[in-house]
């Protein structure tokens, strides 16, 4: 099933599966009991498909990636994390930082995995059992804060508002049969910057759970970016990078496309 979070035209915020009949809206708690019903949901705005308790990213995680980076692969995943103001609905627009301002705004076509019961000492052979879906991400970056200006943290250059755009859907665990063995895309204006698949992951999905849940507990709604294959704008030559009146979508095998385009911060 895929799920959506929406806003009616009064305001109101729910989750809807879609359906061949179009979208019908959801009773109850996506993270617990829940029941889809015959009632036509009123899809006024689309909405990120998750209002995250906490996103937790994986940086260097795919094996081509690393090599264009000159980087080893790491021997452990790398982690840092973005704050929840940083997520951006489908359609809504990626800023770029002015008032902090940055020139070096770059694209990351992310597998969202989203965490739906309390999940602590994962085990590699049970880590799915406590995922709810996946979606979409894009993990913009301020390549200049995150390398020159950033102190040797990620955190700065990762986490402007906008950065962790989500959506278009929460596609159901049960809907994803291997989440890494994917297809993963990003189309910056119509060509094709990054195209490759998920399988390219140094630390899979169930590794990744079970690494973040050691000795650490992830509420229902953490949200796990889980890395970026080859083809960043940063490793191209010349560097592309994100610019007022670009459009970009991210778009992964069994989930869909997530499109938002690109303004500068109003200041």
Not at 14 to 30: F, L, M, V
Not at 192 to 199: K, Y
Request: some cysteine; overall charge negative.
């Amino acid at each position: 099933m895929k799920i959506v979070r929406y806003q009616d035209a009064s305001g109101n915020i729910g989750y809807a599966a879609e359906t061949d009949s179009g979208p019908r809206k959801i009773e109850g708690d996506i993270f617990g009991d829940y029941s889809v019903t015959e009632d036509a949901a009123d899809v006024a705005k689309l909405l990120a498909p998750i209002d995250p308790e906490i996103i937790l990213c994986i940086g260097l995680n795919y094996q081509r990636h690393a090599e264009e980076s000159g980087l080893a692969a790491p021997k452990n995943p790398v982690l840092f994390v973005k704050s929840r103001a940083a997520v951006q609905n489908p359609g809504d627009p990626i800023e770029l930082p002015r008032h902090l301002a940055s020139e070096k705004v770059d694209y990351e076509c992310e597998l969202a995995v989203v965490i739906g019961k309390r999940c602590k000492n994962a085990s590699v052979e049970n880590a799915l059992d406590y995922v709810l879906g996946y979606s979409c991400a894009n993990d913009v970056s301020a390549r200049d804060w995150q390398i020159e200006w950033g102190g040797g943290q990620w955190s700065r250059a990762k986490t402007f508002d906008t950065f962790a755009p989500l959506g278009p859907c929460l596609a159901t665990a049960d809907e994803i049969t291997d989440p890494n063995n994917l297809a993963i895309k990003t189309i910056l204006n119509g060509q094709t910057m990054q195209d490759w698949n998920t399988s390219d992951m140094i630390f899979n999905v169930r590794e990744l759970i079970a690494h973040l849940s050691g000795s650490t507990t992830l509420l229902p709604g953490t949200v796990i970016l889980t890395g970026t294959p080859h083809g960043v704008g940063m490793a191209m030559k010349p560097p592309v990078w994100l610019k007022s009146g670009d459009e970009i979508t991210i778009e992964i095998e069994g989930i869909g496309k997530l499109t938002n385009p690109v303004v500068e911060e109003k200041v």
